[in-house]
C-alpha cells in the first residue's frame, strides 16, 4: 500500500507542475509571434524615404524628429487580441518604427553633409583658381 502512494505523488506533482507552467508557456509563445508580427508591420509602415527626407532637407531637427517620435499601431491590427499580444505587438512596433526612422534620418543627414562638403570643396577650389589666374 505504501508503494502505490509513493508512486502517485511524483505523478500528481508532474501534473500540477504542468497545471501552471503550460499556461505560461502559451502567454510566452503568443507574446513572440506578437512581437514578431509588431516588428515586421513596422517594417512595412515606415516610410524609408520620408525619413531620409526629413534627415535630408530638414537636418538635425530632422534626426531629433526622428529620435523623439514614436508611432503608434494601427489599431485594426489588435482587434480581438488578448492585452498580453497588445502590449507586445506594440513595444515591439514602437521599438522597430523607431529604430528604421531613426537610421534613415541618419541616412539622410549625412547624405546632406557630405553635399555641403563637397559643395563648398567645389566653390573654394573654384574661387582659388579663379583668383590665381588674375595675377
Avoid: H, N
Wanted: net charge negative.
Amino acid at each position: 500500500m505504501l508503494s502505490k502512494t509513493l508512486k502517485i505523488k511524483p505523478l500528481a506533482l508532474l501534473m500540477a507542475v504542468l497545471i501552471f507552467v503550460t499556461p505560461l508557456l502559451l502567454e510566452a509563445q503568443e507574446a513572440q509571434q506578437a512581437a514578431t508580427a509588431g516588428e515586421r508591420a513596422a517594417r512595412d509602415d515606415t516610410s524609408k524615404i520620408l525619413w531620409f527626407g526629413a534627415g535630408c532637407l530638414v537636418g538635425i531637427i530632422g534626426l531629433g524628429a526622428a529620435f523623439l517620435y514614436e508611432p503608434d499601431p494601427p489599431s485594426s491590427d489588435l482587434m480581438g487580441k488578448s492585452d498580453s499580444y497588445t502590449a507586445a505587438y506594440t513595444d515591439a512596433y514602437k521599438e522597430e518604427a523607431k529604430s528604421i526612422q531613426t537610421k534613415y534620418a541618419l541616412y539622410g543627414f549625412g547624405a546632406s553633409c557630405l553635399f555641403w562638403v563637397i559643395y563648398y570643396v567645389a566653390v573654394v577650389a573654384a574661387f582659388s583658381s579663379s583668383t590665381s589666374t588674375i595675377d
